[in-house]
T-cell receptor, first 117, second 114 residues
Framework: KAGVTQTPRYLIKTRGQQVTLSCSPISGHRSVSWYQQTPGQGLQFLFEYFSETQRNKGNFPGRFSGRQFSNSRSEMNVSTLELGDSALYLC????????????????FGPGTRLTVT | AQSVTQLGSHVSVSEGALVLLRCNYSSSVPPYLFWYVQYPNQGLQLLLKYTTGATLVKGINGFEAEFKKSETSFHLTKPSAHMSDAAEYFCAVMRAGGGNKLTFGTGTQLKVEL
């Protein structure tokens, strides 16, 4: 079974621009979560989508947004990029079920490394 | 609010020695607990998890962890370190009924020396 894929793997943008990152979950997984990883702040939860609806949201400004499509693929968008947005953005997929032993297991993609100059 | 504390940002062990990575959590209700490993330029890989049941949890690559409610701890151990274990390890908590939001510790970089 193919794992979580994220595109692109590397991205360089300029301050003020916007960026869209893509995540394709494991087949059959309906929940997609996004995390930001930086040396200073560590791993921080951005948001979670399940069945095209945002189910959870972290403490990030409104410049960070996301969406999920009917095939469970997800995108996140960052508008008006700032230098501090430079980070590794990780996507994680899970079954998203409310029961079953695997319902809490999240599988991470390799991440998108975003550099803002 | 939940939080996770990982004692020791860097741990160094000799190959064949015991690996012990410490994790303490703070939560108003018993959370679900996880350990993830991250190799350079890769995403996170789930090592093991505790949700309910047996408090000693066995994971992949010979790792195990014990949930101790009285000590609010979930330390990760491996009896004998291998060079391939060198990586960064993250402890994480998830609030029961709180969706799939993971709160991570700051990570412990494990170095394995010959």
């Amino acid at each position: 079974k193919a794992g979580v894929t994220q595109t692109p793997r590397y991205l360089i943008k300029t301050r003020g621009q916007q960026v869209t990152l893509s995540c394709s979950p494991i087949s059959g997984h309906r929940s997609v979560s996004w995390y930001q990883q930086t040396p200073g702040q560590g791993l921080q939860f951005l948001f979670e989508y399940f069945s095209e609806t945002q189910r959870n949201k972290g403490n990030f400004p409104g410049r960070f947004s996301g969406r999920q499509f009917s095939n469970s693929r997800s995108e996140m968008n960052v508008s008006t990029l700032e230098l501090g947005d430079s980070a590794l953005y990780l996507c994680a997929s899970s079954l998203g079920l409310s029961s079953g032993p695997s319902r809490y297991e999240q599988y991470f993609g390799p991440g998108t490394r975003l550099t803002v100059t | 609010a939940q939080s996770v504390t990982q004692l020791g940002s860097h741990v160094s062990v000799s190959e064949g020695a015991l690996v012990l990575l410490r994790c303490n959590y703070s939560s108003s209700v018993p959370p679900y607990l996880f350990w993830y490993v991250q190799y350079p330029n890769q995403g996170l890989q789930l090592l093991l998890k505790y949700t309910t049941g047996a408090t000693l949890v066995k994971g992949i690559n010979g790792f195990e962890a014990e949930f101790k409610k009285s000590e609010t701890s979930f330390h990760l151990t491996k009896p004998s370190a291998h060079m391939s274990d060198a990586a960064e390890y993250f402890c994480a908590v998830m609030r029961a009924g709180g969706g799939n939001k993971l709160t991570f510790g700051t990570g412990t970089q494990l170095k394995v020396e010959l």
